[in-house]
């Protein structure tokens, strides 16, 4: 992942997300130990203190823990919190998001959920 500078969000998110779908992906799972805040720095180029805030995002969400003198690790269950974390919150700004314009469009529900539907068979005979 390259993170985007320009983007609305601080990089520090951009680092926790990713750390989110590395997590996702299955390229960290429960008590695997993740980067550290220097090699995350390295990594992306970034200052050590954005990285550990990143970092720290995750530990208050309980995806990440410390062991003192040892690193951060992939805390139990979290790979369920952030399944349920973007479900919860990221889908529903889509949707909001989703269901605003098409009213301003005067796209029906009907409409809309054919859509929803015709995108969904597309991205499944792609996959």
């Known amino acids: 992942m390259i993170l985007n500078s320009d983007s609305s969000k601080p990089i ?11 997590i996702i992906s299955g390229n960290f799972n429960s008590d ?21 805030k990143g970092l720290n995002i995750l530990v208050d969400e309980q995806i990440l823990y410390k062991k003192r003198g040892l ?7 979290a790979l369920a919190r952030i399944l349920d974390k973007r479900k919860n919150e990221t889908l529903k700004e889509l949707v909001n998001a989703l269901v605003i314009e098409a009213k301003r469009l005067n796209v029906s529900e009907e409409e809309l959920i054919k859509m929803i539907q ?10």
């Open 71 to 77: 690193g951060m690790f992939v805390a139990e269950g």
């Open 12 to 22: 520090y998110v951009q680092i926790s997300e990713w750390l989110e779908n590395e």
């Open 32 to 52: 695997d130990k993740v980067y550290s805040q220097y090699q995350l720095a390295e990594l992306f180029n970034i200052n050590p203190a954005t990285a550990a």
């Open 118 to 127: 015709e995108t969904s068979r597309k991205r499944s005979e792609e996959e």
